[in-house]
């Protein structure tokens, strides 16, 4: 399976998504911003970093890149996306996710091992993990407050979206604690914290994350995808 | 600040209005006029010998470069006399050690070999006064700067640290250089992807009008990697690329770095010098990086030289003074931000993140191409010559000629007189040794609750919580852990260790001494995570050059870390110099920050700080002696200073070091914590807050041996001690080898789980009581958020 990992201008974590694909038994396929090509990725990893340097708005400006726009066209014919931190940031600027991402309440950029709820296993990148199951992975974002108007919400709660949630002290201000979000076809999802470093032991709190990445094969070989 | 004998107001030149330049031609012309040389810092005989190196007066712009390149901050002019017994040591450093050293002392950054054709280059530099006046900017171009350094030798940069030093913790100004400062550092380098592995946090009056921020970089390359910046090959092109040159920073070298500024009594500084301190764009700079290396990778560089400090005087005259011939450069190609700058402004910017390239001109479309594809702008401002002068012409005039190395590498040379301080007697006789003691247990154990939430030895996470220790994914080992372990090869696990500490209360009571502690506890830390030391770098920050008592402390500094050097078999491989800290009389301690780099082969085998789980015995490696002058105890319980600080013990560093080895390569032991600041409670209250595990501790068989009471055998930072954490199944391999390897060993106990009345986690110490970790994690952690929020 075939997965890009776009490099932004100011992307820092795209060699890790790169290796969480590559440690699920994917190949990763590195896209470039400026290339509207996705070279046929059968999905696309939006890492974390400060594309653009952040200048405007968190990935207010990455969303105008060429690869986004074939992104946004392959996402809405089916292709799944992730988008971790800077990569969710893209996603809700691009209108694939509901929502938007504030500046921590703390005005701090904060980074630490943070406990998630996965709340659902029914999108394309959690369907290995058991509903309910608590996971330890990275936390690092200076504008990670998740915020949309209470009927989106609720909606999203509703309709099961809400795909990862903090547990404990809620560590940005995120509305109803909530980690990450997907798309109603479950197949686009973005999430501040960092899967893609706990996928290796000894590297990151843990190996949590890389049920994330093993999900989409998963799905892939058993074609759920199809 | 006009150089210009015939200065135009900022609006004329902005209107276009095409002022006549201070060219070689007007200054031969008119070689009477008064220059601004002592307000650009120049001594008259410095300025004289300008004068006699040209023979004629130098143009405006000339006197910009002499004037910055001749500062302290660039030339190094009274430290060098001192320095040059680093390179002396190499030498012997590297016949006693096993070291390979690839590049060394005046290359940007040392480079040693690691192994499997593995190269690293490291290097820590000071951005002190910047950080003071500017604290958020002057923090994050300290990163910048430091990071542009890694990057020009042809590495990748993997990882930065950084030690920082702050006025009292209750001082109404300390918050808003704390604030400023740890936010420039982590919105700098959180930004540029690069993790933050560790450092060091203190606070001390001493520092309050000039606060400490020496930053440090490694990075890794293959050894067929490494480039050297210079100016060779006639013909080939000099290329600017990066950020557009402005007005930052102008003078930034020569007024602040070498300039002791005074601060009126409510903390505020006098006339704003603010202009001085760069900006910096951490966007741009990770722009660079990634350029940089494709520029490296493709061949299409000779060379690449970091623009920091001085601009492109630097610049210019370092990469000519390098090569073998001379240098043309047209300064009106320089692409601005503010278009009304001069030549000597130009000259003098200290904009960051900006590189200069030595291309060959068949190569240049090549280095054209990955310039764009990064969206870094680049211009060709001239070429390598033949004439071995350093040329540079503003719209067809030559407004500089003058031979490059008499700018970079032969300015003036001070001999600085030198002496002991007369208080240094008394300071040394006043013994932390005779302060009264704790009585009986209670007392003992407020004093331990006291210690671990005090400013000095309280938890540092609110700190490094703000930096990004995971980005790159190669992070083995982090603060709080005694040194930060980063894997480089990512099939093989080799990668290197990193420390970098300092003890500025031990210098103040003996340099020589304090020097030798601080390479002593990098070296541990080094050591006790189970890799092997090979190479030192150094920030030695001091008061003015100018005070024979603060030149005294830094030659002993450097005398201290130079045979220490040898006798580790660590050569000192590159390092950095602030003097002017100081303001008003007062100047800070002298601080001597050692960074000590060592190599795993195997990152997994590293050692942490902190037991996971009960049941394993604890032991003390290393002697207690009674030492409890210059220490945290002193400091925090007592507020006192004086007496001679611990005796230092190089040989036996040397075996704490190779038995961790030891036990790193076996796995012999769980967890291994250095003792150093707090002494042997601070270390154990450490090793059960990590992992929540506790501990019960009796510390009479260490007592009886050492000859020590409780007090000392608590709070006395003696050196080369480690406490570790052994596993049952293999204490007896464990204490065969400290036997046979002549280390010092006591069992002091075992870790534990629970303990508590209701089955917590507890830390009890025979003679002093039972801590629950919750409330040593409160006490412990609760006081950082408490002062900053």
Partial sequence: MRVGVVTFPGSLDDGDAARAVRLAGAEPVRLWHADADLHGVEAVVLPGGFSYGDYLRCGAIARFAPVMTSVVEAARAGTPVLGICNGFQVLCESHLLPGALLRNEAQRFVCRDQRLRVETSATTWTSEFAAGQEIVVPLKNGEGGYVADEDTLDRLEGEGRVVFRYVGPNPNGSRRDIAGVSDPTGRVVGLMPHPEHAVERGYGPSTDGLAVFTSLVAGALTGVLA | MSLDPTPASRTERAAGARVAVDSVRVAEATPDIVQPWAELGLRAEEYDRIRDILRRRPTAAELAMYSVMWSEHCSYKSSKVHLRRFGDATPAALAKGSTTMLAGIGENAGVVDIGDGWAVTFKAESHNHPSFVEPYQGAATGVGGIVRDIIAMGARPIAVMDSLRFGAVDHPDTARVVHGVVAGVGGYGNCLGLPNIGGEVYFDPCYQGNPLVNALCVGAMRHEDLHLANATGLGNVIVLFGARTGGDGIGGVSVLASETFDVSADGSSGPSKRPAVQVGDPFREKLLIECCLDLFHAGVVEGIQDLGGAGLSCATSELASAGDGGMRVALEQVPLRDPSLRPEEILMSESQERMMAVVRPDRLEEFLTITDRWEVEA??????????????????????????????????????????????????????????????????????????????????????????????????????????????????????????????????????????????????????????????????????????????????????????????????TGGNVSFYNSTGDTAIHPTPVVGVLGVLDDVDRRIGSGWAEAGLALYVLGVTREELSGSAWAGVVHDHLGGLPPRVDLAAEQLLASVMLACSRDGLVDAAHDLSDGGLAQTLVEGCLRHGTGARVWLDGLRERDGVDLTAALFAESAARAVVAVPRSEEIRFTDVATARGLPHVRIGVTDDAGGPDGSPVLEIGGVGMLTLAELRAAHEGTLPALFG
């Avoid at chain 2, 209360?505 to 541990?524: C, H, K, N």
């Fill in chain 2, 379 to 572: 211009s060709v401002l001239g070429e390598v010559t033949d004439t071995g002068r350093l040329e540079i012409t503003w719209h067809g005039e030559t407004v500089v000629d003058v031979p490059p190395r008499t700018v970079a590498h032969e300015g003036p040379v001070y001999e600085r007189p030198y002496a002991r301080p007369d208080w240094l007697d008394a300071r040394q006789a006043d013994r932390a040794e005779d302060l009264p003691r704790a009585g009986d247990a209670d007392a003992l154990r407020a004093q331990l609750l006291d210690m671990v939430a005090s400013p000095t030895l309280c938890s540092r996470a609110w700190v490094t919580d703000q930096y990004d220790r995971y980005v790159l994914g190669n992070t083995r080992m982090a603060t709080p852990d005694d040194a930060g372990v980063v894997r480089v090869d990512e099939t093989t696990g080799r990668g290197i260790a990193l420390a970098l500490d300092g003890n500025a209360r031990f210098a103040a009571l003996d340099p020589y001494v304090g020097a030798q502690l601080a390479l002593s506890e990098a070296y541990r830390n080094v050591g006790v995570s189970g890799a092997v030391p090979i190479a030192v770098t150094d920030c030695l920050n001091s008061g003015s050059p100018e005070e024979p008592g603060a030149m005294w402390q830094f030659a002993e500094v450097v005398r201290g870390l130079a045979d220490a050097s040898v006798e580790l078999g660590t050569p000192v």
